[in-house]
């Protein structure tokens, strides 16, 4: 038996407790604490690390303060385009979906490109039309318009900028972050999962980190590993995989090697964070920005952190 854990995100960036208001901090504690409870009633139940991070992302995802599904940033062209990825340690076995449009929950649909098809990725039009012929639920515009989204693109398209939700910016009126969770189940079976609108103002057709296997999203029988940040930057570090990396091969334990995974990242001049938890129900939370918005539950409760200053 192990010790059950999920540990979630709701992006990094430069997130000040200057800028923040009173408000909206418990609106985003509040949005983390729903989706830890979500995943850890699965968890506790003696449920799978699967289905408890698919159910925490999907939580995340359908709250409009977070950079995934519902509250995804805006394309250069004013579209939304997201990138979710799903990874099951214990079988080795992986879907997500890229640049897709119209999908309500796109980690459901990362799923069911794992489960029912012969592949690990599917992209744009391919990919909605699977979700299609799975009936998965689908949404129109309007439900992904937030005017904050609306706004940020015309300040980042006034500027020239392709900008992370959570970047140079910060400003507490302004929504942050992908989303992402990870967990360790009783049976010591670990699973990852990452969802994100990507980057206000990318170009159509771009597509980050998430939903590279290996790269934002990562799980096998040693650790998972859930990723946010300038996603380019983590391609090119391969970075979900480096803390498994670094565990396999330099048998260092996963607080170090997930350190040293955010330190390879500053080095290369990635700025960002993720989420680990190895099969003993260890965890950690590392990053190199001003903040990450996080959170965990396991048998000792749950909590929440958002600043740099905090543990957690
Ligand atoms: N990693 C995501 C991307 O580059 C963005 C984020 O984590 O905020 O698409």
Redesign the pocket.
């Known amino acids: 038996m192990s010790r059950p854990v999920l540990a979630i995100h709701g992006?990094?960036?430069t997130i000040l407790r200057s800028q923040m208001t009173t408000e909206l901090e418990s609106e985003y504690r509040a949005g983390l604490e729903a989706a830890l409870r979500a995943g850890w009633d699965i968890l506790e139940k003696g449920g799978s690390s699967l289905d408890a991070v698919e159910s925490a992302v999907c939580s995340l995802e359908d709250n409009p303060l977070f950079?995934a599904g519902r509250g995804s940033v805006f394309t250069h062209d004013g579209k939304n385009e997201m990138?979710a990825a799903i990874m099951h340690g214990s079988t080795l076995r992986a879907g997500a979906v890229a640049a897709i449009r119209g999908i309500k929950n796109p980690i459901k649909l990362a799923r069911l490109v794992m489960e029912r098809t012969e592949h690990v990725l599917l992209a744009s039009y391919g990919a909605v039309e699977f979700g299609e012929e799975m009936n998965v639920e689908l949404a129109d515009d309007a439900y992904f318009f937030t005017q904050q989204r609306w706004d940020q693109l015309e300040e980042a398209v006034a500027a020239g900028r392709i900008q992370?939700?959570?970047g140079s910016r910060p400003t507490a009126g302004k929504p942050f972050?992908?989303v992402g969770a990870v967990a360790c189940d009783a049976a010591g079976g670990l699973a990852a999962a990452t969802s994100?609108g990507?980057?206000t103002n990318k170009r159509f057709g771009r597509i980050?980190?998430?939903p590279i296997i290996g790269a934002?999203t990562y799980a096998d029988d040693t650790c998972a590993v859930s990723?946010?940040?300038?996603?380019?930057y983590?391609i090119l570090g391969v970075s979900a995989y480096d803390v498994v990396a670094r565990m396999r091969y330099k048998c260092v334990p996963l607080a170090d090697a997930a350190r040293e995974t955010i330190e390879h990242l500053s080095e290369i001049g990635g700025e960002?964070g993720l989420i680990a938890v190895d099969g003993n129900g260890n965890f950690t939370l590392p990053f190199n920005s001003e903040g990450m918005y996080r959170g965990y539950a396991n048998n000792d409760g749950i909590e929440t952190a958002i600043y740099s200053e905090r543990a957690v």
Do not use: R
Not at 227 to 232: A, K, L, M, S
């Open positions: 992006g990094a960036g950079n990138d992370l939700d959570h972050g992908t994100t990507g980057m980050g980190d998430t934002g990723c946010t940040g300038h996603g380019e983590f960002g």
